[in-house]
Nanobody, 123 residues
Framework: QVQLVESGGGLVQAGGSLRLSCAAS????????MGWFRQAPGKEREFVAA????????KYADSVKGRFTISRDNAKNTVYLQLDSLKREDTAVYYC????????????????WGQGTQVTVSS
């Protein structure tokens, strides 16, 4: 129903920036709220940011608030995550997810997941 493919990850120095993209297939993309999660080795997947189906509402984890920005372009079936002022602790695999709920802040609230893209921040 919804296929998600992340891209844009890579290796950056602390203080640098990246922009992650999540391309969705299908023509019902605008009906889904979207979220970004991340998972570091040996740790549970954690919430990073979410955006409503209309793009008018956003939420962020306290750890990334003021540094990361989530946005979406429904015409392009794409959601973005702009990562600025990156820190070593931001190193993780970042996952894009879609939910039929109006808002979801936990992994169980999401219906579809991408395969993830690696973000590595060096000192």
């Amino acid at each position: 129903q919804v296929q998600l493919v992340e891209s844009g990850g890579g290796l950056v120095q602390a203080g640098g920036s990246l922009r992650l993209s999540c391309a969705a297939s299908g023509r019902t993309f605008s009906s889904y709220a979207m979220g970004w999660f991340r998972q570091a080795p040996g740790k549970e997947r954690e919430f990073v940011a979410a955006i409503s189906w209309s793009g008018s509402g956003t939420k962020y984890a306290d750890s990334v608030k003021g540094r990361f920005t989530i946005s979406r372009d429904n015409a392009k079936n794409t959601v973005y995550l702009q990562l600025d002022s990156l820190k070593r602790e931001d190193t993780a695999v970042y996952y894009c997810a879609a939910t039929s709920r109006l808002v979801a802040l936990t992994t169980v609230g999401y219906d579809y997941w991408g395969q993830g893209t690696q973000v590595t921040v060096s000192s």
